[in-house]
């Protein structure tokens, strides 16, 4: 799956993963995570509303997006106005606290930025083919330091029933990809009715859809 998939996407519209309002999960469970205005790197962030949730909570946000169409639809939707600039291969758009780099993920220069508190992943390692995501579990593990926590938003479900996206990842593979120097807590796990996602029956599921959110810990020494 190349980049220039998920590009063609945001040109067609074709952006059933977004969520309007952001993603609920994230406010209920920020006060547990024990952050005092943190820096925030939000892989994939697309045109995400919780991004302002972020910049209301944090230091700084540095969301990174492949589209360019998606960040001029987030400032656009959102009334903002951002100062842009460039550094190798991105666009870099800074709107208050907030940080957008538009360009590949997988070539982010981490000697940019401070040391990040939280990794905030909704639905980004989803969005990957099982050979990309140890791609991107590796550029994540460059990114973080021995105090970094990782806020992981997953879907589990017989992935033979369904090509993804969204990709099923389901926590032996979080154990798998993070269990060397993280601890996984579940902060939520909810099956959810496959009768609700006539989309995902169309494409073949039919057995269990269960989203979850965990929480990884770094562990000590």
């Known amino acids: 799956m190349e980049l220039s998939y998920w590009q063609s996407k945001w040109r067609k519209g074709k952006t059933g993963f977004h969520m309007e309002e952001g993603y609920p999960g994230l406010a209920t469970h920020w006060k547990s995570l024990g952050l005092d205005h943190p820096v925030v ?47 190798a291969n991105f666009s870099i758009y800074k709107t208050g606290n907030i940080e957008i780099w538009q360009g ?4 982010l220069p981490g000697h940019k930025f401070p040391p990040f508190d939280l990794v905030y992943d909704k639905a980004a390692m989803i969005a990957l083919p099982p050979d990309m995501r140890r791609t991107y579990v590796s550029k994540v593990l460059e990114l973080v330091s021995v105090h970094t926590q990782i806020l992981l938003h997953l879907f589990d479900y017989p992935q033979e029933e369904m090509t993804g996206p969204p990709f099923s990842v389901p926590v032996t593979e979080v154990k798998d990809y993070f269990g060397k120097h993280f601890t996984i807590d579940i902060l939520e796990r909810n099956e959810l009715g ?27 020494g």
């Open 104 to 107: 590949d993920f997988f070539k």
């Open 41 to 87: 790197l939000v892989p994939l962030c697309g045109k995400s509303k919780d991004l302002l949730f972020l910049a209301e909570h944090c230091e700084k946000v540095v969301g990174v997006e492949i589209s360019e169409l998606a960040v001029h639809q987030f400032l656009k939707e959102n009334k903002l106005e951002a100062n842009i600039t460039s550094f």
């Open 194 to 220: 496959i009768n609700y996602y006539k989309k995902f029956q169309n494409r073949g599921l039919n057995s269990y859809f269960i989203e979850i959110l965990s929480l990884l810990l770094p562990k000590e």
